[in-house]
């Protein structure tokens, strides 16, 4: 049977069943008791069935995105019809270890859109300025240009600062509050059918390809380079991944398929959540780096390099691998 009469067949019992589990995990208030007691009457039946829909999913080679969703389904079965009830502490580990980087994989085609409109302007804009250096004076001002060649000169002591912060700490908040600020306004653009999203990955892409490319044909390579070598595969990759949030916001409004916009966007928002939720995480963390880490001039650059080399691959080996059980 292919994977997409499949999926037409028992797609409206997977949403009960979500739904059941869902309603259950969070103790919704607003519930009818007997209705919800005649349908935990059935579920242990039901959760037989998603057991045995995620052992023909695996045996068939469907996608991973199906096998994933019916293995959570499988899981969050367990816990409400078995298991003693799960701690919010448990479940950010079973998010960590294993739910986000499934959200990751199950959403790779959007995660590649929003990954090409970020990255292909940032390593265009790049690539131009090496030929065409004014170019740069339409997206920074000379003003603001003269204060990020100051934080990035190589005579600097501390580097990435600028010159009303006099401690990483205080650096520390800069990074947090932007990072969070770039992250909520690309999810939340995506409200505007899609059109918010669009515009924010594009410009942050171009404005930080405009930045790293003028410092590195004006001669700060080392010192830009270097700095954002720690903290940018934590930074760049949780910019895209609320890229991605807000893509599946947009297109929930733009294309609802056989739902309505409403239910299609609530949808798109449980899913969004996860990604923006694990966004924010990762930008957290490269908040830290970069005040703490990124600034030293103390560490040669060759360190540097090979320390954000290795981060990239961490980065990578945990959405690639982390979390994917037998057959998935």
Known sequence: ??????????????????DWIDGRSRNRAGRDPAQDNVIAADM????RRVCQHL???????????IVDRLHGMAVGGYHVLYARPVQPRSELLAFVRAGFPRLVRSERRTLAAAALLFFGPLAGMVVLLQYFPDLVYYFITPDRLAGIEN??????ERLGRTPEADTAFHMLGVYIWNNIRIAFQT??????FGIGTLFFLLFNGLFIGAVAGHLTQAGYAETFWSFVSGHSALELTGIVLAGAAGLKLGMALVAPG????????????????????GAAGMLFIAAFVEAFWSPLTEVAPQIKYGAGIALWLAVAAYFLQVGRGRGA
């Open 55 to 65: 052992a023909l999913a695996r045996d068939r080679g469907y996608g991973g995105d």
């Open 151 to 156: 934080m990035y000169d190589p005579k600097a």
């Open 187 to 192: 999810f939340a653009g995506g409200l505007l």
């Open 258 to 277: 056989r739902l309505s916009r409403n239910q299609a966007l609530i949808a798109a928002a449980r899913r969004g959540a996860g990604l923006i939720y």
């Open 44 to 47: 242990p039946r039901r959760y």
């Open 1 to 18: 049977m292919k994977q997409e009469l499949f999926e037409a067949r028992h797609g409206a019992e997977w949403r009960e069943f979500e």
